[in-house]
Structure formats: structure tokens, C-alpha cells
């Protein structure tokens, strides 16, 4: 949510962000509505003053002139009324269009439609490091080489027991699996990993609700452009009475995360606050249909580990807290020696309260491209004006935070990237060094 004086003052410059991120809204709407909104406000305030004014003069009145008075209030009253029924409606609308307004994008960020504009900002891979993305030859060495036909994350689960999606289809439906084996070891190590590196890099741990209440997410600002991709969760009294305070599983620990700081104000020496959840994510993967729907790589429910900071209202701060943040993920990839890249996302494929984001993509061989497997974003107050997420400054002043958000690790999806990539000649799988002493072994093999 971005604050309506500089809506009004930089008109031209949201209208730009409107358009770039292709959101659904009239600008000229949301003003219409906020003129409405302070012309019936003044209004307002100006009858009351009237009133206030009658109230002491009413007692000093002659019984006529007291009953002539009363009757003129009466009138003020019923107008004032029928203006407080104008005001909710104008509000309503004006709430609406104003939790759909986006943020202003970054310098930095590219303007384009889709995921086609994405521009790659560098490579990784474990013989060649870091890798410029004008260096298109060394570009092309970053992904695993092979010299055996390679099979995919399903062949290869189904060989060494590792992956059921049948059996999870009958069970949940359509995109349930089962993990068995030692992938369900090389999961839980891979967590275990990450919530130790979040713990030495001074992040305060953390295991969230997942059941959040609906202005978690409109403050995170996964409502109300993503509402339908959320589960609401009803009991059966709820189905029966109708839920008046409804809760949905979470997509992200994101929302529970920020909305843990809703309606506080800190201290600029406490900030950045940092923090990290761990937690199941559901999503209903809405619009997907058809799209990635092989395997595991696209499932309505999976586990990761996020990591939210709150610092100063200082951009050149924020970029600072992007930029380490995306160094963690990569560190969990270069960990586990997977190839990557880092994406600078477009206009058209970041969220309506991103200022700048990137996406980590991680080499998946079946696939022969990179898929995505984390995600790192700077809204700055965006987030922060929705949940009401101050600080005052050392000076008395006090101003909203800025929020960043990004993925640590997420499963299955990386278990891709891992068994692909770490495929052998003999059908066989090598255990990335990092995850030997939780699989207890150095080779995933077949099952006699």
C-alpha cells in the first residue's frame, strides 16, 4: 500500500507502476473516491463543529429560542446521518482500490509483460563460480554435462523407491506424492542445514502458524490479488453459521511472519529485525493447469524455510538486505554444488508490492533449463503500511519499515535438482557432501 499524498502528489509515476505491472486499476477511480472521501470528511467535521457550538450555547437559550435550536439539530443530525451512510460506502470503495495500488518499481527492474523480460544478473556452477551473463560462453559450460542418457526426477525415484506420485494422487489427488526413503532424509537434512545457517547469521528462528487469519495476508499482500490460490479453512459450524473471521493455510511463512510485528511500534536500535520460519505451505497452484504438472516440481503442498527482515525506511538499507539476502540462497546451492542462476525479475512478473526482486533458478537437466526454486524480494513499506509496522527513529520521529523476504530452501522442488544432477551412469544417485551424515550413506542405489 503505498500513502495517498503520494498518490496524489506523483499521479503520472503509479499510473506508470499500474500499467507496468499490469494490475487492474483505475487511478482516476481511487482519486475520484479519495476526493469524495475528504470532501465528505470536512463535511463532516463541520457539522459536528456546529454541534458542538449549539451544545454550549443551548443552556444560555431562552425555552423558544432552546426549542427553535433543538429542532435546527435535529436537522444537523439526520443530515449528518444520511452522510455517514455516503462516507462507508465511499470508504469501501476507496479501501478497495487503495489495497490494489502497486509499488513503485526499482531503477533497476526491468519493464516487460512476463517472464520473457526476466534478465539473468549471473551464473554459478561448481567448475567455473560465478559466471558473467555477457560471457556467453562460459554460460553455456554452467549446466551438468552428462555422457549417459539421463533420466528424470521420476524415473529416477520410482528406480530407487524414493518417489510415489500414484499412490499420493489416490491418497490427496491430483499433484499428491509420497516421499520415501532417503529422500525424505535428504529433505529434513537439507532443513535442518538451512535453519543452522539461519541461526549462525544471527536470525532468530522461528516456527509459525500456518491457520492465519485473513489480515495476514492482505498485509503481506497475498490478498487480494492471490485470494484463490489460498485454502480457506472451514469447520463444520463455519460451513453451517458462516465463518465471520475466516482462516487460510498459508502458501508461505511469510504472512504469519510479518503479521507477528502488526500494529507495533519499535525502536530504530532494535532494527533489522531478522527472522526466520519454518513451516508447511499449501498452495491450490491456480491458473497452473497443464503447466509443469509432471513430477514434483509444481505441488499444492511442500516445506520450506523463509527468512523476513524488517530494517530502516532507507533504500540504499533495503538493497543492501536484497543483496545478502540472495548471497544466503546461493550459499544453500553452492553448498549442495548445484548450477544456478539469478534472475532480475520484470514489471509484468513480480508481485504488485515488489520494488526490486530476483529469482534463483537451479539447473534441471530432464528439463534441460532452469527452474526456480527461491525467491528474493525488497517492498519496501509496502508491506509494512498494510500491517501497521512502525519504528521511531532515534530523533522522535516515527516512520514505517521496510520488509524483505526470501526463500532459504523449499521442498520437493529442489530434490529435482539434486537427483538429476547428481545422477550416475548405473542408475545410481551420489548424496551431495553437505547431506552424507543425515542420509547416513554416499550413494543412493537401486533397490534389489
Partial sequence: MLDIKFIRENTEKVHKAIIDK???LDINQLLDADTKRRDLMTELESLQATKNQASKEIPKLSAEEKKARLLEMKEVDEKTNALKGQLREVLRQYDELMALVPNIPSPETPIGPDASANVPWSYWSPNLAFVDPKDKDKVAQVPTKFDFPIKDHMDLGRSLNLIDTEAGTKTAGFRGYYLKNEVVLMQYGLIWHALKKMQAKGFNLMVPPILDREFAFFGSGHFPFGKADQYQVLTEEDKQKGASDPVY???????????????QTLEEKDLPIKVCGISPCFRGEIGSYGKDTKGIYRVHEFIKVEQVVLCRADVLESEKWLEALKEIAQEMLIDLK???????????????????MYDIETWMPSRNEFGE???DSNLTDWQARRLNIKYKTADGKTKHVFTLNNTVIASPRILIAILENYQQADGSVKVPEILKPYVGKDVITSIK
Fill in 22 to 24: 499490469r494490475v487492474d
Fill in 249 to 263: 493455510l498459508a502458501g508461505t511463512s511469510e504472512p504469519s511472519l510479518l503479521a507477528y510485528y502488526s500494529d
Fill in 338 to 356: 548445484l548450477p544456478h542462476r539469478v534472475l532480475n525479475i520484470c514489471t509484468g512478473d513480480m508481485g504488485a508490492g515488489k520494488y526490486k
Fill in 373 to 375: 526454486t527461491h525467491s
